[in-house]
Structure formats: C-alpha cells, structure tokens
C-alpha cells in the first residue's frame, strides 16, 4: 500500500519562535565546508563549525546568510549542532524583542 504524502503547508504567523536558552545561541551562516557542516557566526563572537542534523538535512534547505539556532556541544565548545533554522518573518520578530541586533546582520553581510 502506497504512503500517503504529508501537506506541507504555510506555518501560522502567530507562532512564536524559539529563543536562546542555556547551551544555546543564535548564529549565521557563513559558509558551507561541504556534507552536513558549515561555519556560522555566533552572536557570542566567536565563530563554530556546526553540524546540520540527519532530520534537518533533508528537509530544511540552509544558505549563506540565514540566520540559526545552535546548541553547543558540552565537550566541545567550539563546535555545535543546529537545531532551528529561522524564517524571515521570524527573525524580524526576533528583532522586534530585542534579542537579535539589527548590527549583527549588518556584520553578518560583510561575510556574504
């Protein structure tokens, strides 16, 4: 018997998106190294080299320039796995709450 196929449809604009907690931050993406891994820009300064997760590959399509939710390694500080990546109605949301600056995606583009 055939699979019947899941409808992708629009998310509701209501939706709140995920913030920062502990052992998370908010990144962008720099460049891609090749695989599942890129290089992203975190707004703690320093610059990770995150892996994309097997659930998220295929279904979640990241460019340079987008903007994503990492959570960092406990053994490996340096290094993290991105676990939401934001639309663009979410990260002006993000920027309305204050908790993304308006200059880190001005930085950001220097890289792009």
Not at 13 to 34: A, F, N, Q, Y
Not at 74 to 93: L, M
């Amino acid at each position: 018997m055939a699979k019947k196929k899941k409808r992708r449809g629009f998310e509701e604009s209501s939706k709140e998106p995920p913030l920062p907690t502990e052992g998370t931050v908010i990144c962008g993406i720099i460049r891609h190294l090749g695989g599942d891994y890129m290089v992203v820009k975190c707004l703690d300064g320093m610059d990770r080299k995150v892996r994309i997760p097997g659930k998220m590959r295929r279904r979640v399509w990241m460019n340079e320039g987008d903007i994503v939710l990492v959570a960092i390694w406990d053994f490996s500080p340096e290094r993290g796995e991105v676990i939401h990546k934001y639309s663009r109605g979410e990260v002006v949301k993000l920027i309305e709450k204050g908790v993304l600056p308006r200059e880190f995606l001005d930085a950001l583009s220097e890289y792009i």
